[in-house]
């Protein structure tokens, strides 16, 4: 598991609540993309493609499918244990030691 998978799994997930929630600002929108294929090193023509498609998106005022098709791409491409660790969720195994770890006599 990297940091830079746990870093994206990060913007990620902001990038989901910024278009799901009640504030759907464009700039953090923007900067979640760009920070993303930032972070995958995307080649300056996909980047291109994506600032193109933001642009349009500011423009109709309605959010690019391919800019969601993106995401949802690096989405599916994250290791799991990158995602879960970014979301604050704990494997069954980390669970367990911790409730293992609590003595009977400290009750």
């Known amino acids: 598991m990297g940091r830079s998978e746990v870093f994206q799994a990060q913007i990620l997930r902001n990038f989901f609540d910024t278009i799901t929630g009640t504030?759907?600002?464009?700039?953090?929108?923007?900067?979640?993309v760009m920070s993303?294929?930032?972070?995958?090193?995307?080649?300056?023509?996909?980047?291109?493609?994506?600032?193109?498609?933001?642009?349009?998106?500011?423009?109709?005022?309605?959010?690019?499918?391919?800019?969601?098709?993106?995401?949802c791409s690096v989405a599916n491409s994250l290791d799991m244990k990158s995602v879960l660790t970014a979301y604050g969720v704990k494997e069954m195994g980390e669970i367990s030691e911790d409730f293992f770890g609590v003595s009977l006599d400290s009750l």
């Open 36 to 71: 993303l294929a930032k972070l995958r090193n995307e080649p300056p023509e996909r980047v291109g493609f994506l600032i193109e498609q933001l642009r349009r998106s500011r423009a109709s005022k309605e959010l690019s499918v391919d800019i969601l098709d993106y995401m």
């Open 23 to 32: 504030d759907r600002n464009l700039t953090r929108i923007y900067m979640c």
